[in-house]
């Protein structure tokens, strides 16, 4: 009987729900917004029959579980624990939830930890052992490979490179601190920037005719020669590369992988994120690692990851 | 027969050579002037001798190969590459040399690795999977086992916690950068800051009654009650601290160990640091690590991490 795994993606906007086969192939995948379910017991109750009910129709598979990626997952616990981004408050023992109404199986792991799965299993670090893969969305998250293994440390929370100091009482961060990396490197962060740039500058910006503008409108500035959106970018790159460099001296990785909404500027943000981290690199480092875009379509690396957790035993 | 390991442990001023029992008690050893050496020929010349005419009083046991702690140490290659406190120049292929000498099997790892090895086979560290060993002594080194394995990255060279930017612009470091960690969290970096703090007091203070003070000549004047000492104890202390709690949100480890010579006024330098590690630490991390002084003797505990490289057969 031919095994396959559900990945359940939790996302700030959208829930992905996925059957997907070990070689990373979709049999049936499902999409959801996130506001429909403010309590999680509506949406384990929906999702689970979902699940039931799909699970028979594809009753020619074995289905081996159910992995689920979500903000501030915590793979030992199998809970999401106060994540900011969800209405869905305190620790919610996830998981659990999904295997008493399913009976199957469930694995949960933070986002970030999903993508690196699915860069492990699906896309371009399958030979690798050392990685780190960087998601640039509303906040920075990242998944960290050691050895061939996950980095989760002894709580479960290791690899938050996020909430690293980056700038020296820089930015007032969400988690309380200031300077952290993500509030510089994240669509949130860039568009602060721009916003600072923008206050000092005298000269006109193509980045000022979309009103409330986001981290795409500063690309799509960029791209069409706008001199401020270029600097923003730059500087974006400047920072994250910084941190990069100190985050090379720590894991030696063969590869860091820059994923989500603002690592799409890729062509612009990694030329300047890699001259940075290259400038301020141990020499017995240099030539040692590459800043690479992911392989994976970013809807489904998430997915993909998540559904990666319950296939090792595959 | 009974199986034993030799280790030897090189350090800037000596090297130190024992042959080990699986349960780290010493059989013997021997103590060497790392400057009688300024060729590494002699030394292997020298020391593979002693090894050899030894092992044959000690023929009631099985030797089950040479471990070595050096500067610069490379696991995956087995050379010193480029250590700055040692004559030898280049790139060291130093297990090669010793294999070929006295036909044993030889293991190479860094300094600080080696502290990290021995703190996790006969210290603290026996019952735990995350740690981080920080060496304070003339540089800052560190040694750090993730998932129950030490972390060596791609290269060999992952860990180097000492050469993390802690002060953005700071100071010079050997390094070619500006600001590492180590120039402010070593021994070195102590007298600095020392002779700073000294450059722009107008009180007198016991640090100068020694002439070219040395690190410990802080400590002694701080437990004596001296201001200026125990200031800069807990500038040190803070700076160390705020770098720790980055590493906590990357590593997430157990522990954190400090040994070394800086390490020895852990009774000052300890809770300033980790007051500041604390204070600037992520809330999903509070509670979960703690800064311990290493349970082992500091002589001992590079020797015996040295011989643990060649113990995991034992």
Redesign the interface.
Known sequence: MKKIAIGIDIGGTNIELAWVKPDGSIIKNLSYKTADFPQVEMFVEEIGNAIISINKELSSFEITGIGIGAPNGNYFTGSI??APNLKWEGKIELAKLFEQKTNLKTQLTNDANAAAFAEKLFGRAKQ???FLVVTLGTGLGSG?F??G?M???????????G???A??SGRKCG???KGCLETYASATGIVKTAKEFLALSKVNSLITETENFEAKDIFIAAQNGDKLAFETIKYTGEILG?SLA??V??????AIFLTGGLAKAHSLLIPETEKAMNK?M????KE??KILPSSLIEQNAGLLGAAALVMSNI
């Open positions: 624990e106060f690798m052992k050392n960290i050691v050895n293994e980095l989760y440390g002894s709580t479960g929370f290791a690899g938050e490179l909430h690293t100091t700038i020296e988690c309380g601190k910084k100190d985050y001296a720590l894991f030696s990785p063969e301020n141990l020499k017995i480092f040692t690692v």
